[in-house]
């Protein structure tokens, strides 16, 4: 992950042969297109997407050894402490700017998406367990919030492995698609940051959606996307009682076990980190370091999500799974951009 990252080109480090120097050699020999370069100025490639299609390249063309996979998951450590570094680029003001829209927009989307995707699933009759792993998946935190609530629906290895793959596949498509649509309606940083950690599935990839947007609105992505985190015990108790059967509602659950257990931690350490800020503890060049060694944690997690990805396993999800995920995710993001839009007009988001 760390050579594929520094070959990607790292924030901060000017290598000479990495691929953001490829592309933006080759945008210099090539003639411009409307007056912008073609990679860098209209596909808006960085080092965030350049990490992941070097990594999804990697993993699909050439292969990862076995006896490397255990290290691939160590690309959610690398997010995680890169989650805590952010808490050094906030202030005070940052949470009374979006606080209150960001908790209102979180709390429709995690409640509001569930109930899209669960009628949606009796709709389709996917069945239960299936339907409360793309629930789960979509609403709140991708993998992690399936892997969460799939013992409590019974769900088989294979439906786990099957929603996850719909729901980071879906994730990498907003990536991608979401930033064209962003400059297209000409959305703001802190509209396109809301947006992002609402609409995308995995934390990994709202991250991703927000740098490859603009630098601001990848801050304001992971900000808002803590909520989201929070919300990970309460959502997915509302939607095991939302999509379960008869026989397993009335099986006893340990409603304090599941807030223990599932409470991601590492939110803990960017409050920490976010108060000192706030609290001047160091001065402005410490912070600004932070901030770039929290854009490398987040290289190295993006490369690995790349090398993780896995493109033959959309196709055991069936065209069912396929569909559900992708319309229903769509539809979220609709709903997104409605909430969006009329906390603009009312003035409460720039």
């Not at 309606?185 to 609402?198: E, K, P, Q, R, V």
Request: hydrophobic share 55%.
């Amino acid at each position: 992950m760390a050579i594929l990252a520094l070959l990607c080109g790292l924030p901060g480090l000017n290598f000479l042969f990495t691929v953001d120097t490829l592309l933006h050699y080759i945008d210099a020999v090539l003639p411009p297109i409307y007056g912008k370069g073609f990679f860098t100025d209209l596909l808006h490639m960085n080092y965030v997407v350049n990490c992941l299609i070097v990594g999804i390249l990697v993993r699909n063309v050439i292969g990862v050894p076995k006896s490397w996979e255990s290290g691939l998951t160590y690309s959610g450590i690398f997010m995680n402490a890169g989650i805590i570094m952010l808490g050094s680029q906030y202030l005070l003001r940052d949470l009374v700017k979006l606080g209150a829209v960001s908790v209102i927009v979180m709390i429709f989307m995690v409640f509001g998406g569930a109930l899209i995707f669960t009628y949606m699933g009796r709709w389709l009759k996917m069945g239960e367990s299936m339907t409360a792993l793309l629930a789960a998946g979509f609403s709140m935190c991708g993998v992690s919030a399936c892997i969460a609530i799939s013992p409590m629906v019974r769900a088989k290895s294979e439906e786990v492995a099957y929603a996850i793959a719909v729901s980071v596949t879906f994730g990498l498509f907003c990536l991608f698609t979401l930033p064209f649509l962003g400059h297209l309606i000409h959305m703001t940083n802190d509209a396109f940051g809301l947006l992002s950690a609402a609409g995308v599935p995995n934390s990994n990839q709202v991250i991703a959606t927000g740098f490859n947007y603009s630098f601001e609105a990848g801050r304001v992505a992971g900000f808002t996307n803590i909520g989201r985190l929070v919300l990970i015990p309460a959502g997915v108790l509302f939607i095991y009682f939302m999509t379960l059967g008869k026989e397993i509602r009335s099986s006893s659950v340990s409603y304090w076990q599941i807030i223990r257990e599932k409470f991601p931690i590492f939110i803990i350490g960017f409050a920490i980190v976010w108060t000192l800020n706030c609290l001047k503890v160091w001065p402005l060049p410490a912070s600004e370091a932070m901030g770039r060694v929290m854009e490398w944690f987040f290289s190295l997690s993006f490369v690995g999500l790349g090398l993780l990805t896995k493109l033959s396993d959309l196709k055991k999800a069936g065209p069912k799974g396929v569909g559900m995920g992708y319309v229903a995710g769509s539809l979220r993001i609709g709903l997104c951009l409605f909430l969006l839009y009329i906390a603009t007009k009312m003035g409460v988001l720039n």
